[in-house]
């Protein structure tokens, strides 16, 4: 009987790594080919979106090409670019928002930046297809936020390709410079894992009322982060009351037992003129 002999096919390690997308919530479609089971958005994610960026597939180039079986696409090596600007805070973050919707009109998200090697709290991305539309991009861009959001100047904006775990070394990853050609090893594979994944286009449909919600996590995050500009995107305080506080206590009444405690301790301290302790213990 002949042997099956497929160095693609029959490999433990990519039956390990199928194995691990299968069990991340990956399902067989009716087409025969592995997809998400779920569509997106979900439900608790931290972005607004606005259009989508066309052919692109991001949940399954970086969660399984990238992170699971460590291929870089061809699309992100050499389509993939990214206006990012980074709000302060996000009274900012929701100034921002209102302008991608009515002025810039890229295809783009909005959000807090969950990440913990990013360095920013909020984020908004631009989605570009070449270098020439990511450097027009930038320039529309920038100028629109320096010249309508209240500290614009100070906002960081930015041309990058591909994802930031596809470049960042705590990921992983390699700086976007040196990203080459795909290796004929490298065409095979993602050739191999396209015949066996579903190319689902994202057409993220987000009702206003998920819509809100997103935004209120957006400022649940300002206030977690001790971002006080929420205060001046909503009116009142929805995160809870104020707790009391107790550290300031008045000065002590004459002859009371914390007034000779006071005195005791005032004379330990080598006979100080009363004011100096005093300003010590009950400031």
Same mark, same amino acid.
């Given at each position: ?19 691990? *997308?299968?069990? $991340? $919530? ?8 592995? $997809? ?35 291929? @870089?696409?061809?699309?992100? !090596? ?17 100034? @921002? ?44 861009? !920038? ?15 930015? @041309? ?31 050739? =191999? ?25 957006? @400022? ?12 001046? *995107? ?26 000779? *405690? =006071? ?7 080598? $006979? ?12």
């Amino acid at each position: 009987m002949a042997l099956w002999r497929d160095s693609i096919w029959f490999d433990r390690a990519l039956a390990d790594k199928l194995r691990a *997308v299968v069990q $991340g $919530g990956y399902v067989i479609r009716p087409n025969g080919r592995l $997809g998400p089971e779920g569509l997106v958005p979900a439900f608790d994610v931290p972005w607004i979106f606005i259009g989508q960026a066309p052919h692109a597939q991001c949940i399954l180039w970086s969660d399984v090409y990238w992170k699971i079986f460590r291929l @870089l696409p061809r699309y992100c !090596r050499s389509r993939c670019y990214k206006v990012v600007a980074n709000p302060r805070t996000v009274a900012q973050l929701f100034e @921002l928002y209102d302008l991608m919707k009515s002025r810039i009109g890229w295809p783009s998200k909005a959000g807090i930046d969950r990440r913990s090697y990013t360095g920013w709290p909020y984020a908004a991305f631009f989605y570009c297809t070449t270098l020439e539309e990511g450097r027009q991009c930038w320039q529309i861009v !920038r100028e629109t936020i320096d010249g309508n959001i209240r500290g614009g100047v100070d906002i960081r904006v930015v @041309l990058k390709k591909g994802c930031t775990e596809m470049e960042d070394a705590f990921t992983g990853g390699t700086p976007s410079d040196t990203w080459k050609e795909p290796t004929a090893e490298e065409r095979d594979l993602e050739e =191999h894992l396209d015949s066996i994944f579903d190319h689902i286009q994202e057409n993220v449909i987000q009702p206003d009322w998920h819509k809100r919600y997103i935004q209120f996590r957006w @400022l649940e995050h300002a206030y977690a982060i001790g971002d006080t500009t929420w205060m001046e *995107v909503i009116d009142g305080n929805p995160f809870g009351s104020t707790a009391v506080t107790y550290h300031r206590i008045e000065q002590p009444e004459p002859g009371s037992y914390i007034e000779a *405690v =006071h005195s005791t301790l005032n004379a330990i301290k080598g $006979g100080t003129h009363d004011g100096d302790l005093h300003d010590e213990i009950w400031a």
